[in-house]
């Protein structure tokens, strides 16, 4: 890797400062995708602002019908979080299948909403849940957040901080791995929040999207069988050596299907434990 | 920089460049070639190590970001020095768990890191789990065998 | 520890070089260090095909800790050489394949994306890295060909200049009139035209090489990452940096999986080696993985059409086959040999084929070189062959298994002489068959297929048998298909004055556990404690001479040559033992571990008879020698012919078109089992990589720009563990009549049969939908593509 400047802040407020204060400088949250970027020489940021020393940010709390998740927590945190496993499993879900144990180990969900990778999962979470990201700045609501392919809403030397995500009434999470690297070739994340569905798809299309032709007939029937007379527009959609348009079309919709069942076997569940 | 980390339970203070990866900290300042380096992808896990005492992959992690914190190598597995092996260490050779060797030591520190977490792991839980571990030789036959088997040792040794 | 003992043949004793492994002590090449030590980085062409321009290389050369950048033109004038090719072929006509001089860096042109174009040195890694970017060539950019079919079109870019229709050679084996015959009085053919895959090897170790020299004595030294470090000295030494044998060692030290790809000598092997010389320090190079996919060898690349003749009662009468071989950019060491030599004589398989005609067509194209990789040459016939008794199966409605059976060569037929050159010495095709029907639960399968039917699965059994010629070479037969050097194999039992022993053969250890398997024959010959026999291989300047491992050789060639020097030993042993015992040699038997004069007490141990071979007081010195170390150099006389029944069973989700292995069941017959822990383990591990090829692995290139899109494990998909199911292994072993211990080897045996078992299961499910035929790999979306168009199609009708 070409050589950096390396800064650890102990506070947002610090970190922001640095970032003010240095061209070219990049957030290390997780480095999953930094770092191999920056292997690869397709990234050379002049300084690198450390996060992780920065406590408070991988703190996970309920608020008001809404868990308020750090930018710094893990992915395997996530996962393994009793208040998100009690209150979104389907987010607990997700995060527990995030590439490999060792990527859970030092990713973050900040880094990756940040980052909008087209195939990484967390942000059809976000935009599913409707939940709002949180910056050193202000915050913003997930539907503005992502633009485009590794794009977001961020300003320059604006850090997000964290995730307010409310609590959902129902929701699941389906994926269809890249048999080659395992990232989402098609993942959709459908979830009813306080009577209203959002259904958000990765991995298909340049960015995280929400399929509304989908939303549309669940919000009518929350069921599997209400997406039969549903289909998805192959045009628009990546297309690559794994999957063609067609196929990541009919992908979306088998996932869409499979994520309605799991949210209403996990509702189920959920209400036999309650009792 | 100067960084200063516990390493096969060995307090160790070094001074690194911010852009080495710990996995060149490990092979090329302090010649621990154990940890291998098989892809630039971060997908191999040939070079999986503990960190703080989870597996981690030392080619997608500074060598800096190591600094307060616990490494350990697949030689700290078994006493320095000593013949005497980590019931992990010992389950794959008897199991036949390894061929050319390569792949072996990130597969033991991913082994070691799930029994820690489960220790009675299923057939299917050890194949998930050894999702970010590639190896070319075993077809993962033996490899799913050892940590099984490894797994029952740990459990015996506790 | 365990007492000291004798452990045999047949007994599976874990291995010796399991603990280095396991505590993390190998001694891979990139591990090694060396004073003043360099780094060297490759500059690697963009472009699939351009001439090249000026290179300009004073910004690189200036940056800081460069040393020393190096082109293709610098090599040139030192009159560094062009790699060699180990095999050469000759076409139809007779006329030699066509072979262009392989610069180790380009000149002229470059050919594939990854050819070299520029070395740099410097002080790390890092800046050799940074100075590869500063370097400004100037491309003029070429149309590019990357398929054969393509290539070979009228039109297509040619690779050589000198060569337009980029044809190496039009090859062919087998009697052309006599299949015409037989498809004339066929009552059926079935006719087939698939594509094996182009595959990339990627052993988990990346390629490393350092080289070093020393003006004192002006001794070169190369540490590589090789399956044949002597041959590659030869190759090296003799024709590419004319350094005599003497002055040039090679080490291959702990490597980390070979599988054809690390058996090539490779342009990096020759650069470092010239430029520590030229620089006077240490050069290393360690390949990042990346930079692997566009510079290792890869293998496969096929495309064929072929035709099968049948009487009405599905006897074969003959098969007609036409292949075109991808050779990529360049000769690989052996890569003319595989899709010809290692390929048209297997197309007989296990059956009794009365004529067999393949032409083959060698193509250059623009693309890494193609060589061998596991198998090499023997998959892709089985797959051919395997497929083709599939679809005649189902178009004759007769059962896949029965129309196997009425063809097989039966076992007391052996040994059988194929029209394609081979005769196979020994086998049990219906035995293995019959076994592996049993372990695969075959009479099950309806039973699962209609479980998997209630969950809206489509469920398939699909059976390869297979056989293959392993244990290259006999040098005889070799030489008169174009290799250009014998293919025996060397070794030599060093018996200390204590006993132990210390074993130095010509074979290199990669994962194969050679260290132990070894050690099992000579304290099974010798009588010597297992843990007192140590193997030393992987460096000529310990080890006489030596092949290397590959073509599933080692035992079988390697460990022939070790049998036949521990019989030297004994040999040797009992002179000692007569003058010992004052006996007559005729009268000394050697058993157990000691020698004896036959009918009496009178004997000696075998630490006995090596003590005095060193301390030799009293010898008859005209009639013995001092000392007991023995030397064998064997060429076998025959290739040899492991084979067996692979089962695989499949489950298809129509909705993704997700493809799951859910049982494989194996059984094989390699002939003698030195290990059985071992040769299980060889078998699957090769399955997992022929599963890989049929389901997962694809080495695709961008047909217009020549770009290699599945240039990382990002897109290049290799089998992960959770791919697979445990996978059953059996043995069914006939022995063979011309190996000293009746081996046959066992390497590549599971990527043989794999492929085509896996494929013609995935087709077994879809035959409902009327499918005959799937491409490798049968990835998520070509099958969901298929179920689609098939059932669009049924609808239609």
């Known amino acids: ?275 | 920089m100067e960084i200063s980390l516990t390493l096969n339970a060995r307090p160790v203070s070094v001074s690194v460049e911010p852009a080495m990866l710990l996995v060149e900290l490990l092979r090329e300042q302090l010649s621990l070639t154990g940890t291998h380096v098989g892809c630039d992808t971060s997908q191999c896990g040939a070079c999986l190590v503990h960190f703080n005492g989870e597996s981690v992959k030392s080619c997608t992690m500074l060598a800096v970001s190591a600094d307060g914190g616990s490494v350990m190598t697949v030689e700290g597995l078994s006493a320095a020095g000593q013949a005497k092996l980590h019931p992990m260490q010992q389950a794959f050779h008897e199991n036949h768990g390894l061929q050319c060797g390569f792949c072996t030591p990130g597969m033991l520190m991913s082994a070691v890191d799930l029994v820690g977490r489960n220790p009675d792991p299923s057939e299917v839980e050890v194949r998930d789990w050894l999702e970010g571990n590639l190896c070319r030789c075993t077809g993962y036959h033996n490899i799913v065998k050892s940590v099984i088997a490894g797994a029952a040792a740990m459990r015996d040794a506790k | 520890m365990n007492m000291s003992k004798v452990v045999g043949i047949g007994a599976s004793p874990k291995r010796k070089e399991d603990l280095r492994f396991v505590t993390g002590r190998g001694n891979y090449v990139a591990d090694i260090k060396r004073p003043g030590m360099l780094f060297g980085a490759f500059l690697r062409s963009p472009h699939a095909h351009a001439r090249l321009g000026a290179i300009d290389v004073t910004a690189a050369g200036a940056m800081p800790g460069v040393v020393a950048v190096y082109t293709g033109e610098d090599l040139k004038a030192d009159n560094v050489g062009g790699l060699p090719v180990g095999w050469g072929i000759h076409g139809k006509d007779g006329n030699p394949m066509k072979e262009p001089p392989h610069p180790p860096i380009a000149h002229g042109k470059v050919r594939h994306v990854g050819d070299a174009v520029a070395f740099v040195v410097a002080e790390t890694v890092e800046q050799a890295r940074s100075a590869v970017e500063a370097i400004d060539v100037q491309y003029e950019i070429l149309p590019a060909v990357v398929s054969v079919v393509e290539a070979l079109q009228a039109g297509a870019p040619a690779v050589y200049d000198d060569i337009p229709d980029n044809l190496c050679c039009d090859w062919e084996l087998g009697d052309a009139a006599a299949v015409e015959a037989a498809f004339i009085d066929a009552a059926h053919v079935a006719s087939i035209e698939l594509v094996n895959n182009r595959l990339i090897g990627n052993p988990m170790e990346p390629r490393a090489a350092i080289g070093e020299y020393d003006f004192a004595t002006g001794q070169h030294t190369l540490w590589t990452t090789s399956q044949f470090p002597h041959v590659v000295r030869f190759l090296m030494g003799e024709f590419v940096l004319h350094i005599p044998q003497h002055k040039l060692r090679v080490v291959a030290p702990d490597v980390g999986g070979g599988f054809g790809v690390k058996q090539f000598h490779y342009a990096e092997e020759a650069v470092v080696t010239w430029a520590a010389a030229k620089l006077g320090l240490p050069v290393k190079w360690v390949c990042e993985r990346s930079e692997g996919f566009v510079s290792d060898a890869h293998g496969r690349d096929h495309f064929t059409e072929a035709d099968l003749a049948l009487d009405e009662s599905g006897k074969f009468l003959g098969l007609r086959v036409r292949t075109l071989a991808n050779m990529g950019g360049y000769l690989s060491t052996f890569g003319p040999n595989i899709p010809t030599n290692l390929y048209a004589p297997l197309l007989s398989g296990v059956y009794r084929m009365p004529a067999i005609h393949c032409s083959v067509k060698v193509v250059f194209t623009n693309t890494v070189p193609v060589d061998a990789y596991r198998g090499a040459g023997r998959p892709e016939a089985t797959f051919v062959l395997e497929r083709l008794v599939d679809v005649a199966a189902i178009e004759m409605g007769i059962d896949k298994r029965a129309i196997r059976r009425r063809n097989m060569i039966p076992t007391e037929a052996y040994p059988y002489q194929t029209p394609v050159i081979v005769e196979y010495d020994s086998g049990d095709p219906m035995g293995c068959l019959d076994r592996a029907e049993k372990l695969a639960d075959v009479e099950g399968f309806e039973q699962r297929r209609l479980e998997s039917a209630h969950r809206g699965k489509y469920r398939g059994l699909g059976l390869s048998t297979y056989v293959e010629a392993c244990g290259l070479a006999p040098s005889r037969l070799a030489g008169s298909l174009g290799a250009r050097g014998g293919l025996y194999e060397s070794a030599t039992v060093r018996v200390h004055p204590t006993g132990a022993v210390t074993v130095l053969i010509g074979t290199h250890n990669h994962g194969q556990g050679h260290e132990t398997t070894f050690a099992q024959i000579v304290s099974d010959r010798l009588g010597v404690p297992f843990e007192d026999i140590d193997i030393v291989c992987g460096d000529t300047a310990k080890v006489q001479f030596g092949m290397g491992t590959y073509g599933s050789r080692s035992l079988v060639v390697g460990g022939a040559a070790l049998s036949k020097a521990a019989d030297k030993v004994i040999l040797k042993g009992r002179k000692i033992a007569a003058h010992q015992l004052e006996a007559d040699l005729g009268d000394i038997v050697f058993d157990a571990g000691e020698f004896s004069v036959a009918g009496t007490d009178r004997k000696k141990k075998f630490t006995e008879i090596a003590g005095a071979a060193y301390v030799p007081f009293d010898y008859p010195l005209e009639t013995l020698e001092p000392g007991l170390e023995e030397q064998s150099y064997y060429d076998p006389v025959n290739f040899t012919y492991p084979g067996g029944a692979h089962f695989a069973e499949v489950e298809i989700d129509p909705d993704t078109g997700t493809v799951t292995l859910e049982r494989y069941t194996a059984v094989d017959d390699v002939g003698t089992i030195i290990n059985p822990m071992i040769v299980e383990g060889q078998l699957q591990g090769g399955i997992a990589q022929g599963v890989g090829q049929a389901l997962f692995e694809h080495g695709v290139y961008d047909e217009s720009s020549g770009q290699l899109l599945s240039g990382s494990f990002m897109d290049y998909c290799m089998p992960r563990a959770d791919n697979f199911p445990a996978i059953v292994v059996a043995p069914h072993s006939t022995t063979c009549t011309h190996t000293p211990m009746g081996v046959k080897g066992c390497g590549e045996c599971g990527t043989i049969g794999s492929p085509a078992a896996v494929i013609n299961a995935v087709v077994d499910a879809l035959q409902p939908l009327g499918i005959t035929h799937v491409d490798m790999p049968a990835t998520p979306n070509r099958i969901w593509n298929i179920i689609r168009n098939s059932r669009a199609a049924l609808a239609a009708e």
């Open chain 1, 1 to 275: 890797m070409k050589s950096f400047a390396y800064l650890k802040p102990a506070t947002t407020v610090a970190a922001a400062a640095l970032l003010a204060k240095h061209d070219d400088a990049k957030i290390l949250a997780g480095g999953m995708t930094l770092l191999p970027t920056m292997k690869q020489s397709l990234a050379a940021p002049a300084a690198i602002i450390d996060l992780s020393a920065v406590a408070a940010l991988r703190e996970i709390e309920l608020e008001e019908g809404a868990l308020v998740v750090g930018a710094m927590a893990r992915h395997y945190d996530v996962a393994s979080s009793a208040l998100v496993r009690a209150h979104i499993p389907a987010l607990a879900a997700l995060a527990g299948q995030i590439g490999d144990p060792q990527v859970r180990h030092r990713g973050t969900i900040g880094g990756s909403v940040a980052n909008n990778d087209p195939a990484a999962d967390y942000p059809a979470a976000i935009l599913a849940l409707d939940a709002t990201v949180i910056t050193t700045r202000r915050t913003v609501a997930a539907a503005a957040f992502f633009v485009d392919m590794f794009e977001t809403a961020l300003e320059p030397g604006e850090i997000v901080t964290g995730f307010r995500i409310p609590v959902a009434e129902m929701a699941a999470y389906a994926k269809f791995r890249s048999p080659a690297s395992r990232y989402a070739l098609v993942g959709v994340f459908v979830a009813r929040t306080a009577g209203k569905v959002r259904v958000a798809v990765t991995g298909a299309a340049s960015s995280v999207f929400r399929a509304l032709d989908v939303e549309a007939a669940l919000q009518e029937r929350f069921d599997p069988d209400a997406l039969d007379r549903v289909s998805m527009d192959p045009s628009g959609l990546n297309s690559d050596i794994h999957a063609d348009r067609d196929y990541r079309a009919n992908l979306v919709m088998v996932m869409a299907r499979r994520a309605v069942a799991a949210a209403l076997q996990n509702a189920g569940q959920g209400a036999t434990k309650g009792q």
